[in-house]
């Protein structure tokens, strides 16, 4: 199939060249400041689009699930970084993980640290995520007696051995504009600094995707895990991230009812298409707003065509009236989504904009 | 497996006498009050939990999609309605469903009538929207020369049976207590009332959860369709329309790290097994809450263990001092979701509190 055919029900679809854009873009920005890219694949959770970063050189990726890592072991990945806490519940997960390859995962406290250091047969890489004032997972950056007592733990196990430090500073997704995020990150950089001083040895990696979009300067940073990058979405644009031009997955949604009299459309893509993420648009609750599609490209969005509400299946889409007025039941729309990682985990698998299926892993 | 072992990973655990004592209560008040019972199945989305419904004497059923449609015929059930607007675009797979099931559609204008009434091959039976308010999908049920002119498109096809009206009045969601949703609904029955009496052989069929499980009166409606109340959720408590020892299904998830001076752990449980769905609970975002989980059963919520934040695969839950204090990493702990259609909808199977596995449909 090389062109698209109209869906019968709600469709993922990815403008491929666009990825590869946003995958190449950061590779770039990465390379140019000398930093180590090492994508978080929790977004488009596909072995085809992670061959996609292979051709940018990327040898490292971060999962955000035992499952997750275990998918893109069978393709082939050898270096797999976990992106959250390790617990004794994953144990079991984790010791099989480790014995078939390069494993990193993440250690935040000395209780954890002892269990995985006395239970785990096969070595693991050793993360220790730094919570610069996020208040998520991790260890304060300033408990100075905390984090040394961690590290001493850690390197009492033959098979824990220390790597560095993680941070996803999930701050900067409330940010508008660079500015905001540099003075967002500047503190937690300040963190840093400070750590690294003590530890010069140890790796220090980034995740968020708008530092990682935004900053030229990422200070004691050497490596940066972003993963939305490769689709983007109207949060990151609003955030600042990027632009329009760069979103790369739009959800393709049949239309069931136009009511013109009230510039209101009926679509067939509801919650479990879109996820119920929302933001603010035009002082309105938006979870997606319609592009035009046409000769398989993303084109302009349509300002005024958001999704203002959503049911299990139904979604609920005020339109300008030069849209309704022409707008009949069969035809589709293509809309961006407030979050891609969520909305593209609602997903079997994706369209190309020319109508090419790629497979993605599915919940398990 | 006939105990609850703990889980390595965030599982949908179901108690089955609940959801079979919820089934039996609605076909109860049904039946107490010559309604027809033809539940919704889109919230469990399971053919074993299909099958409690039979042996409450359901024979009809009501689901979301056709690709659910074709999930639950498989089941071998014969009188299936699909909840959601008849557009050209599945047009394909109505026929389909059609010749093999008795199956009803929802018609809700002239164009999609004529178009499913030149088009199909095979009958179907025809309820059209009556939007009552709320401002969705269907007809305004004021507008008696659309309803008219559209009843005498449907009589024009002989494909095309028509069998009554359809309301879901999802305003009801905003209320709290039966008699909020009293007067919600009141307003809503005298509309359908003026309906039925120019069409008195019309069948009015009713399918907001809140009026199905609070109602005494249904006025001119004679069926009742819900589907949440087979596990209620928070968002149901919050309601009235059960009390929490109603809750059948809770996501139990690993504890990956606790924060015991900030009273505060991050569970292995995110947006992906949540859903994004929030309600306001001592006044904060609310997407899930602690209840007690032990001896194969649900018991008491735990008022101040609120799941405040979600990231991906992350929970943040903020938790009162007694249980912080004694919780520790590779415990595990029972939420009950905010919205268990959505929650559920991100789950390949159930677990029961005793640790058998249910099988249920995946995303397609």
Chains 1, 2 share one sequence.
């Not at 993420?277 to 300002?303: D, H, K, W």
């Amino acid at each position: 199939m090389d062109s698209f055919v109209p869906p019968d029900r709600p469709i993922a679809v990815i403008d491929v060249n666009k990825c590869k854009a946003n995958i190449r873009k950061m590779a770039q920005r990465a390379a140019e400041r000398n930093l180590r890219y090492t994508p978080h694949f929790k977004t488009h959770q596909s072995m085809e689009i992670g061959s996609w970063y292979r051709d940018e050189g990327v040898d490292s990726i971060q999962v955000s699930s035992p499952g997750m890592a275990n998918y893109f072991i069978d393709q082939g990945w050898k270096s797999i970084a976990i992106a959250f806490p390790f617990s004794p519940s994953i144990l079991p997960q984790i010791d099989d993980l480790a014995s078939r390859v390069n494993l990193t995962v993440f250690i935040n406290s000395t209780e954890t640290a002892k269990i995985a250091g006395k239970s785990l047969q096969n070595p693991v890489t050793v993360f220790t995520e730094l919570d610069c004032g996020f208040n998520r997972s991790g260890i304060p950056a300033e408990d100075s007696a905390q984090i040394e007592k961690l590290l001493n733990e850690i390197n009492k196990h033959s098979k824990l051995r220390f790597y560095g430090f993680y941070v996803h500073d999930g701050r900067t997704y409330q940010c508008r504009g660079a500015d905001e995020v540099v003075n967002t990150i500047n503190p937690v950089f300040e963190k840093l600094s400070a750590v690294k001083k003590k530890y010069p040895e140890a790796i220090i990696r980034l995740g968020d995707t708008p530092s990682c979009s935004l900053l030229n300067d990422f200070g004691v940073v050497s490596e940066i895990s972003p993963g939305n990058n490769v689709f983007y979405d109207l949060m990151q644009v609003q955030i600042g991230s990027c632009s329009y031009d760069n979103l790369a997955m739009a959800v393709v949604c049949p239309v069931a009812e136009v009511h013109s009299q009230s510039n209101r459309a009926i679509l067939y893509g509801g919650a479990v298409h879109f996820s119920k993420e929302s933001i603010r648009m035009n002082n309105l609750a938006c979870y997606g707003q319609v592009v035009r599609f046409e000769n398989q490209n993303f084109g302009e969005p349509v300002t005024e065509a958001i999704l203002t509400g959503l049911a299990q299946e139904h979604g609920i889409l005020h339109l300008p009236e030069i849209l309704s007025a022409k707008l009949k039941p069969g035809d589709y729309l293509a809309l961006y989504p407030v979050h891609s990682c969520l909305t593209a985990n609602l997903f079997s698998h994706y369209l190309t904009t020319g109508g090419e299926r790629i497979e993605k892993r599915i919940l398990s």
